[in-house]
């Protein structure tokens, strides 16, 4: 990752994301597009952070969902850009947030990795994704 993103501020990743507005897909699934309200998203993780997931990732660890409430999400971004995309990305201490705008912007922030594992854990994921043991607390 680029150094653009050393001076980005830290938010809860609750702010913007929560595990009842979050749902995962299937890599598959990903050009079918979400709901009209939607937001795709793009989460990178690590082998130790995979490890401590309570379910599977694919090999190349990216999980792949969405989130509901883009007009709110874009409301609590000052309301411009419209976000096209959000992608989380590992980053060993904790993780990057990056809100990609229709017109190339980028906003970002950083987030606690717990709170990236607490909304895996929580959301509606895809029945591949079933809990195969207890997630690891770091």
Request: proline share 7%.
């Amino acid at each position: 990752m680029s150094n653009q993103y050393n001076d980005a501020k830290f938010v809860t990743l609750d702010e913007f994301i929560t595990p009842v507005k979050f749902r995962t897909i299937l890599p598959e699934h990903r050009k079918a597009g979400g709901g009209v309200s939607e937001i795709p998203v793009e989460i990178h993780t690590k082998p130790p952070f995979t490890k401590s997931l309570s379910f599977k990732v694919g090999w190349d660890g990216i999980i792949y969902g969405y989130v509901r409430g883009k007009k709110e999400i874009s409301a609590k971004l000052g309301g411009t850009p419209i976000i096209v995309k959000i992608t989380v990305t590992d980053w060993d201490d904790r993780f990057l947030m990056v809100f990609e705008g229709s017109e190339n912007e980028e906003i970002p922030y950083f987030v606690k990795s717990d709170e990236v594992r607490e909304l895996l854990e929580n959301c509606l994921r895809v029945p591949e994704q079933y809990s195969v043991r207890k997630p690891k607390k770091n």
